[in-house]
T-cell receptor, first 116, second 111 residues
Framework: GAVVSQHPSRVICKSGTSVKIECRSL??????MFWYRQFPKQSLMLMAT?????????EQGVEKDKFLINHASLTLSTLTVTSAHPEDSSFYIC????????????FGSGTRLTVV | QKEVEQDPGPLSVPEGAIVSLNCTYS??????FMWYRQYSRKGPELLMY????GNKEDGRFTAQVDKSSKYISLFIRDSQPSDSATYLC???????????FGAGTRLTVKP
């Protein structure tokens, strides 16, 4: 089945620095990828929809200048958390769908970000 | 009212029990319904994927969708300790739309 690779799986950074998270679709092309955020014991909250070759669409309340999304190719989307603060500490997950497949969306393994 | 409602549990059952997990939703435009299993600190893993109403079975898992009642269910037969995880329902209007998730139900199957 479709596989989505997400890196890094865990990152600790200092407050004020930026962190980049990569999401790659393996063996399929994804014109659209989604970025979610998940707090402990809570469900996934959609942050933004990443569109290949165009600007991302952000959900209400998500700062686009803080969470920069780049979908430069059909297999790669990146989320950069800029000027990270402790409140940005969370579990970030991407997902994509293989349009040529018959299944639903496939998720990456997630990135646990801790800002100290 | 949340778009997707799911009882967060926790739910604890003995090994071998039949587990019933449910979600209700308010948006009648949803057509695609999914169940994901998420182990601690991991990304969700797709379990079942259904379109519109009806039943779908895959091994010990059965997914049911009742669009008239805006209600979906996941049944797990002969539950195993390895089934212990958080189960998330998700739904979308079309296959290119973002998904909306339930809160997730934390399930523990005790040996």
């Amino acid at each position: 089945g479709a596989v989505v690779s997400q890196h890094p799986s865990r990152v600790i950074c200092k407050s004020g620095t930026s962190v980049k998270i990569e999401c790659r679709s393996l063996d399929f092309q994804a014109t659209t990828m989604f970025w979610y955020r998940q707090f402990p014991k809570q469900s996934l909250m959609l942050m933004a929809t990443s569109n290949e070759g165009s600007k991302a669409t952000y959900e209400q309340g998500v700062e686009k200048d803080k969470f920069l999304i780049n979908h430069a190719s059909l297999t790669l989307s990146t989320l950069t958390v800029t000027s990270a603060h402790p409140e940005d500490s969370s579990f970030y997950i991407c997902s994509a769908r293989d349009a040529g497949g018959s299944d639903g969306y496939t998720f990456g393994s997630g990135t646990r970000l801790t800002v100290v | 009212q949340k778009e997707v409602e799911q009882d967060p549990g926790p739910l604890s059952v003995p090994e071998g029990a039949i587990v019933s997990l449910n979600c209700t939703y308010s948006n009648s435009a949803f057509q695609y319904f999914m169940w994901y299993r998420q182990y601690s600190r991991k990304g969700p893993e797709l379990l079942m994927y259904t379109y519109s109403s009806g039943n779908k079975e895959d091994g010990r898992f059965t997914a049911q969708v009742d669009k008239s009642s805006k209600y979906i269910s996941l049944f797990i037969r002969d539950s195993q300790p390895s089934d212990s995880a958080t189960y998330l329902c998700a739904m979308s209007v079309n296959n290119n739309n973002d998904m909306r998730f339930g809160a997730g139900t934390r399930l523990t199957v005790k040996p």
